[in-house]
């Protein structure tokens, strides 16, 4: 009875390092905030868990009708990989904006997701 209760009590232990070695990149703040509304954004950024490789991570960001807004190069802010940033070189219109990301993390695992903020009148 011990060894069984001794080999689950190892399991446990690797199963739970085993999860902290495969980590990803998760979104831990953006600015625009997620479903947050603005009066205007000179840029997206996005701020992750761990840090992002630049060249393999991507930054969208379309109109409520689905039109493509261009977007400055997105790259890491000086020396912080777990900041990724893109600029929005022309101000914004008013209504629902959508936010799709993209990341690899540095130990190159892939993450994705999205969100919504609101350009204000």
Known sequence: MQKTIQRALLAAAFALAATAAFAHAQLVKASPAVG????????????????????????????????????????????DATVFVAPIPKPLAPGLYTVKWSAVSVDTHHTQGDFRFTVKP
């Open 36 to 79: 947050g509304t603005v009066a205007s954004a000179s840029e997206i950024r996005l701020t992750f868990s761990e840090g992002v490789e630049p060249r393999f991570s991507r930054i969208s960001l379309t109109a409520a009708g689905g039109a493509a807004v261009p977007l400055g190069a997105a790259k890491t802010e000086g020396g």
